[in-house]
């Protein structure tokens, strides 16, 4: 008999997830078919990663607040689910089956797993094991897992986020039950998958990898081909696409899994375009998509939910593991900075639902998105419904799994922040750490702590860094470039030491083709942080959301209605402010803030708080930006002055995206460095 727990494996189990990689994986790539497949990036295992610095305070914040105790919060992470007892809910006198609660609650034992085995923590560990060997142990006699989803609307889509965490225990212990049960599960499944179900091909395609089977393979391609308008898969055509943003940036991945399984080119394209069409719609400067659940557009009161950041960083994992293309780690640097950052408590203890680039005020009743009620916007511990309440335990768990992949014998650092990782070479293990704050310095430093070996390194160059430099134990490198890999094949001992310099300009950007202006530093966004007022409450819901959580109202004690006194062409009136990091264990929290941009900022006395009027009363939002025409008398005899900028990510209240008007009588020494 073979057992199904993580901590009583036989030596028959580990003989066949040695069989997995030795043998199959070979047969797998070697095609007669005449198309190349390509070969795609893999995250090193959760266990070789460690992460330091400020990566660590977020995972143990974490630990210690939303995702160490949100199941003993609110229904439904408090109900299991997952290997016990199936979520049901009452209508007309009968007992029936939703999917909500099973997607809510695999986004959050994800989130849990992967934190766990970063951590090394057991309790965390726990909690997620027994969620994925329960439903084992739960399975229909078939080995269909959480069959009770069956029926005319029975869903499939919450398996595709439930397998996630399947995938990163295998990842993490190589437990050949997990590829054996997944297999079971999909060879022996009746319903008709569609819409979001669509997105298992993501479990599929790794579980072919896996396993060769030619049946699995098949139903990729079937997913594949279901990809048409009708079913959201829209993604080929230059029109533009307003439908749901998780929606959009999962299925997104279809295309994708076919490409990585097929080397058919055409899939590879469409998801291409997919990103094309976001970015031309629908991206805010803070690097996610808009979503009022809906994709809606990138003008200043636009806003994000927090699955879809979770969301698009876990998408673009997938376009830079097939590409290898720098822009995608870019990409997911942008989007966890500053819109992962700005969406949360430092201390991780709530989260909001929506986030927006603008924000000035963030409680109960200030959001303008119509769906549900005005608290979207608040900095809760859950919101109704709690996707995003599970999702978000998978922000930094994700960033810092990705940190660091490999194509085989080759090492690749796609992702910075401090920590190590063991690399396992022919020679032995290898023990790489980065020493960095990154991303509030310029220099990142890779040293090897332990172990002798040769293989290729392959270190990311980012693509907003215009002088790149690489110097290894001193000697500079020739041939660095922006925007690509730059190898490194040399043999490595103790000692060690990688220099890479990554300088970042600062920038002002016209955004929404003319409305806003922006600030960049690198992969920082910056914003003026506005100071706030800020009243903890508990707060309780219908059944059978029962038990008390609490949250936080937020509104602005200072001035917030800025307009930029630039038109966009002179770089030169941003001032760079550096002073020395007191807090490297979390420089998101310092204050004031380590790093920091002073721009030629003046008040604009027309731009006003909006209201809209509740079922009670006239309720104070965050307004537009002006228009143009108004700040043409507004902004006169108004004398600008030197402003700091912040990151982004270290703000709650906040402006990034600025009205903008060219002023004459700027003083340069309002904007002298400190």
């Known amino acids: ?58 995972l143990t914040n974490q630990r210690g607040h939303l995702t160490g105790y949100l199941d003993t919060i609110a229904y439904p992470f408090t109900h299991g689910g997952w290997g016990t007892e199936p979520f049901y809910y009452m ?38 094991t027994r969620a994925i060997y329960g439903s084992i142990e739960t399975a229909s006699p078939e080995g269909v897992i959480a069959s009770e ?147 809606s557009g990138n003008g200043s009161t636009n806003t994000h939910e927090t699955c879809d950041i979770v ?30 950052l700005g969406a949360i408590t430092k201390d991780f203890s709530a989260h909001q639902y929506q986030s927006c680039p603008n924000q000035v005020f963030c409680d109960d009743r200030s959001s303008l998105v119509a769906a549900y009620d005005g608290s979207r916007m608040a900095y809760r511990q859950f919101h109704k419904p ?28 796609t ?36 172990g002798h070996g040769r293989f290729p390194l392959y270190v990311r160059i980012p693509g907003w860094c215009h002088t790149p430099a ?57 914003a003026l942080n506005v100071e706030t007022e800020t009243e903890r409450k508990t707060y309780s819901l219908e059944a059978p959301y029962d038990k008390p959580f609490f949250g936080y109202r937020m509104n602005p004690i200072s001035a917030w209605n800025y307009f930029l006194c630039v038109d966009g062409t002179d770089n030169s009136l941003i001032r760079v402010v550096k002073t020395k990091i007191t807090q490297p264990e979390n420089p998101w929290t310092e204050s004031p803030q380590p790093l920091r941009l002073k721009v030629p900022l003046a008040p604009d006395y027309s731009w006003r708080t909006a209201y809209y009027r509740d079922e009670k009363e006239y309720v104070p939002v965050t307004p537009a930006l002006p228009t143009r025409g108004a700040m043409m008398f507004s902004t006169r005899r108004i004398r600008p002055e030197g402003i700091d900028l912040v990151p982004y990510g270290s703000t709650q209240l906040r402006i990034s995206m600025f009205p903008y008007w060219k002023k004459k009588n700027i003083d340069p020494g309002a904007l002298a460095a400190e």
Request: hydrophobic share 35%; net charge negative; charged share 25%.
């Open 386 to 413: 709690p996707c995003c309440t599970g999702n978000v335990n998978r922000m930094f768990p994700i960033y810092i799994g990705s940190q660091w992949m490999t194509d085989g014998d080759a090492l690749y650092k």
């Open 470 to 526: 690489v110097a290894v134990n001193g000697t500079q490198m020739q041939g660095v470039e922006s925007g690509t890999f730059f190898r490194i094949d040399r043999e490595f001992a103790p000692g060690d030491r990688i220099t890479l310099s990554l300088p970042k300009r600062a920038e002002f950007q016209k955004w929404n083709g003319y409305d806003a202006m922006v600030v960049n530093y690198g992969p920082l966004l910056f």
């Open 91 to 128: 209508k007309n006198g009968e007992r029936k089956v939703t999917w909500e609660p099973y997607e809510q609650t695999a986004y959050y034992l994800d989130g849990v797993l992967r934190c766990g085995y970063l951590l090394d923590d057991e309790f965390l560990i726990g909690k997620g």
């Open 311 to 340: 969301d698009y960083s876990w998408t673009c994992t997938y376009m830079l593991k097939l590409t290898r293309e720098t822009q995608w780690a870019d990409r997911i640097e942008r989007a966890v900075f500053n819109a992962g």
């Open 1 to 58: 008999m073979i057992s199904i727990h993580p901590n009583k494996r036989t030596v028959g189990n580990s003989i066949k997830a040695i069989a997995y990689s030795l043998f199959l994986m070979p047969l797998l790539f070697s095609c007669t078919t005449g198309t190349e497949i390509p070969v795609p990036l893999e995250n090193v295992s959760l266990r070789s990663v460690r992460p330091e610095g400020w990566l660590h305070t977020m």
């Open 149 to 295: 989803l069956h029926g005319e609307k029975g869903s499939r889509w919450p398996h595709s986020i439930f397998f996630r965490a399947w995938m990163a225990e295998y990842e993490a212990t190589g437990n050949p039950i997990i590829p054996e049960r997944m297999e079971r599960h999909y060879l022996n499944d009746t319903v008709r998958y569609r819409w979001r179900d669509l997105c298992n091909a993501e479990a599929l395609a790794w579980l072919y990898r896996k396993t060769g089977n030619e049946r699995l393979l098949d139903r990729i391609v079937s997913l594949y081909e279901a990809l048409v308008p009708e079913n959201s898969g829209d993604y080929a055509s230059g029109e533009k696409q307003e439908i749901h943003g998780v929606t959009y940036l999962e299925m997104l991945k279809v295309p994708l899994m076919y490409y990585m399984v097929t080397g058919d080119g055409a899939g590879l394209r469409t998801a291409r375009n997919g990103f094309d069409k976001i970015d031309r719609w629908h991206m805010l400067p803070d690097g996610v998509n808009s979503s009022e659940e809906g994709l």
């Open 415 to 450: 992702l910075y922040g401090p920590g190590s990782v063991t690399h396992r070479t022919a020679g032995g293990e290898i023990v790489l750490r980065e020493e960095s704050v990154y991303p509030y310095t310029d220099t990142v430093t890779l040293h090897v702590v332990s």
